[in-house]
């Protein structure tokens, strides 16, 4: 049943996020529960090998250079996990993450791209996160920039004052300040956005490249960008007049300043050594590509993809349009459920070179129920801050989520088990009548206890078709 009561708005409480490098191994696991249930030992696997990287960073060069990083295989399920523990720990780390689905390098469903193409995603996460920093440093100054241009676009420009026998000195003065006490007006409105909507024509940059696209044995993206870049002075960069409103014209000139103050030689560099000694890259799926060729069939290239990836994993150096990049000190984490396949089946070589190996556990009911209520970002807060921007307060009871618990559970033994991700469909069912029906409840508490669950989840029950209504 659903109660209507009178609501009450809380206000969030950010939480400091804590510095990386003072994170020891079980503070990292402190950090990984906030956001992901169970699975401590994989937990525990990803904190000792990230913790290494600040302790080779202590080390003497000659001895780093031949600490490697131990690269970890993770078997379970899908939806227990995997991925989220990879990508919470490098965001926590603020480590270059890219995730790549090993099966999408085989010949079926082949999409244009090399093995190595993961090493230039990363690199190309690496230059966006260290370009924001800069950003970020540069920000207040090309602000200020910015609205010296835009005042320049809003002021008219003055006749020089006439010399006239008598103090044209004291004329010239007297112009000078009239202009800036008209410019500190001007500066005042522009602050205060009374001057958005006037119009403005600011003068804008405009590359005109031909479109074209060149295959090689490097990758249609990589060539096709290097080749753009090599002709760009070629063809340069016309300039035009564009009228556009105030607001715009000051948002595009930030964006100019911002380009103006941003050394991306230096971007390049440290985004590149970023990528080299501090990477992730997560290769999902991978027990798809395991086990020997047949010699025939769909699945002949996993062999072959297997043994693309191991100089990747072993260490190797890349071409990108950053220059070359060495893949000696990228930490590689694969995952896959090996359902039908073990690791075994994978190339010696390849094994070799995921030496931790950690098991991740199914989920259980009580599992359900902490994925539920205990992360920061739980399913049951998404959705509870999502309709409190209706004006409306969700409050579900213990029994509510139990409930949800016990469904989870039936689902997944009856169907293909997909962990954790059942829960959205299961929600989204439960919702959908109080989600349609949020504006108009505005300033009520919405109360969802057990018997609301069932019966909204009871079509389902009765029809005994789960396939139908989950997948």
Not at 158 to 163: F, R
Not at 203 to 213: D, I, K, L, N, T
Not at 215 to 222: H, K, L, P, R, T
Not at 319 to 344: E, Q, V, W
């Amino acid at each position: 049943m659903v109660i209507y009561l009178p609501g009450e708005q809380r206000e969030p409480q950010p939480a400091p996020e804590p510095s990386f490098d003072e994170l020891t191994p079980r503070e990292i696991v402190v950090e990984l529960d906030k956001y992901i249930v169970g699975q401590a030992a994989a937990k525990r696997a990803v904190a000792v090998a990230l913790r290494n990287r600040v302790r080779r960073q202590k080390l003497t060069p000659e001895m780093a250079e031949d600490v490697l990083p131990k690269n970890i295989l993770m078997i379970g399920p899908t939806g227990v996990g995997k991925t989220e523990i990879a990508r919470r720990l490098a965001r926590l780390a603020g480590c270059p993450f890219i995730k790549v689905e090993a099966s999408k390098y085989t010949e079926v469903g082949y999409v244009g791209r090399d093995v190595e193409s993961m090493v230039r995603d990363l690199v190309e996460t690496s230059i966006d996160m260290v370009r924001e920093e800069k950003l970020d440093e540069v920000a207040e100054r090309a602000e200020q920039s910015a609205e010296e241009r835009v005042l320049d676009l809003l002021l008219p420009s003055t006749p020089p004052a006439a010399m006239e026998p008598a103090g044209p000195a004291a004329l010239e003065s007297h112009r000078r300040e009239a202009a800036d006490r008209t410019r500190e007006k001007l500066r005042a409105q522009l602050r205060d956005g009374k001057l958005d909507q006037r119009l403005v024509e600011v003068e804008v940059r405009e590359r005109s490249m031909p479109a074209f696209e060149i295959i090689s044995n490097q990758g249609v993206e990589e060539m096709d960008v290097n080749i753009r870049d090599m002709l760009s002075g070629l063809f340069g960069q016309q300039k035009k007049r564009r009228r556009m409103t105030v607001a715009e014209a000051f948002d595009y000139l930030i964006q100019e300043e911002e380009n103006k103050l941003i050394d991306m030689d230096q971007v390049t560099r440290i985004a590149v050594e970023r990528a080299e000694q501090m990477g992730i890259i997560f290769i999902d799926e991978i027990d798809k590509i395991a086990g020997r060729e047949t010699g025939h069939g769909p699945d002949v290239s996993r062999e072959g993809v297997q043994r693309d990836i191991l100089p990747i994993v072993e260490g190797t150096t890349v071409n990108t349009r950053y220059g070359m990049i060495r893949t000696d000190h990228i930490l590689f984490i694969a995952a896959g459920a090996f359902h039908i396949t073990k690791p075994s089946d994978l190339i010696p070589e390849l094994q070799g070179r995921l030496p931790i190996r950690v098991e991740l556990t199914a989920l259980g009911e009580g599992d359900f129920v902490r994925i539920l209520t205990e992360p920061k970002n739980a399913l049951i807060k998404q959705y509870t801050a999502l309709l409190e921007t209706e004006g409306v307060k969700l409050h579900f009871s213990e029994d509510a989520i139990a409930s949800l618990a016990r469904f989870a559970v039936m689902v997944n033994e009856q169907t293909e088990n997909i962990g954790a991700r059942r829960l959205h469909t299961i929600l989204e069912k439960v919702l959908d009548e109080i989600s349609f029906e949020a504006p108009d409840l505005k300033k009520k508490t919405v109360k969802v206890d057990g018997a609301y669950v069932t019966k909204q989840l009871a079509d389902i029950v009765k029809n005994q078709d789960l396939s139908r209504y989950i997948l």
